[in-house]
C-alpha cells in the first residue's frame, strides 16, 4: 500500500500545483502570505513543513523566517521533492527530506514552527495520529503547528476532484475527519484556533 502511494504522488506531482489553483481560485499567493502570517514564524525560526509536496510554500516560510532561519521540507514523493527542488534550488537554508511524517527523522524540541498545506487530510488515520504525536515532539515548547486545508469545494467540477483526493485514505474515515478536525486536534494540543481565509475556501488551524 506504501508504495501504491508514492507512486501516485509520483503522478500527482505532475498537476498538483495546477489542482490547488483551480480549487483556490488564482488567490494563492495572498492565501500562503495570510497563513504563514497566522502560522507566528518569526526571523530565525527554523520551520518544518510536513507533506511539502512541490514546496510550494516553503519560499513564504523562508522569506518570513529571514536569512537566519531555516525551512525544512519533508514528503515521502519522490516525484514531489523532484518538483520541490526545482522551486527551491537556489534558496539558502532549505532542506528537502524525503521521510515518514508518522516517524518524524528529528530529535525533540528542536523546530519552532509545524506547517502543513492541503495535504493532511490524505493522511491515513493511523498516520495522522502518529504525525500529530511526532510534530508535537519535535516542536519547541509553546511553538505552533499550522495547518491550512480546503473546505469543501462548492464547484461540482472541483468538488468531485476533492472527493477523489480523499478517497486515497478511504472517503469514509475522510469524511470523519472533516467533521470532527477540531475535536481530533484538540486531543493532541491544548489550545486550537480557526482562521477562515478570505476566499472562504480555505481554513487555517493553529495549535499549540
Not at 493532511?120 to 508535537?136: G, T, V
Amino acid at each position: 500500500m506504501r508504495k501504491f502511494r508514492q507512486k501516485y504522488y509520483d503522478l500527482f506531482s505532475r498537476f498538483y500545483d495546477r489542482f490547488i489553483a483551480m480549487h483556490s481560485s488564482g488567490k494563492q499567493g495572498s492565501i500562503k502570505e495570510f497563513f504563514v502570517e497566522k502560522a507566528g514564524i518569526r526571523s530565525g525560526d527554523k520551520i518544518l513543513d510536513i507533506c511539502t509536496g512541490t514546496g510550494s510554500l516553503i519560499s513564504y516560510l523562508k522569506e518570513r523566517a529571514g536569512d537566519e532561519g531555516m525551512v525544512v521540507g519533508l514528503d515521502f514523493s519522490t516525484g514531489m521533492l523532484l518538483a520541490a527542488s526545482g522551486k527551491t534550488a537556489d534558496t539558502k537554508g532549505v532542506w528537502l527530506v524525503q521521510a515518514d511524517v508518522a516517524a518524524l527523522p528529528f530529535k525533540k524540541n528542536v523546530f519552532h514552527a509545524a506547517t502543513c498545506a492541503h495535504a493532511f487530510y490524505e493522511l491515513h488515520e493511523n498516520d495522522q495520529r502518529n504525525c500529530l504525536m511526532e510534530i508535537r515532539r519535535v516542536l519547541a515548547q509553546g511553538r505552533p503547528f499550522a495547518m491550512m486545508e480546503h473546505d469543501v469545494p462548492r464547484k461540482p467540477l472541483i468538488r468531485i476532484l476533492f472527493h477523489i483526493r480523499l478517497m486515497s485514505m478511504g472517503f469514509s474515515k475522510a469524511m470523519r475527519i472533516l467533521r470532527h478536525e477540531r475535536r481530533m486536534l484538540e486531543n493532541y494540543f491544548s489550545r486550537v484556533e480557526k482562521f477562515n481565509t478570505d476566499t472562504g475556501r480555505s481554513k487555517i488551524y493553529v495549535c499549540r
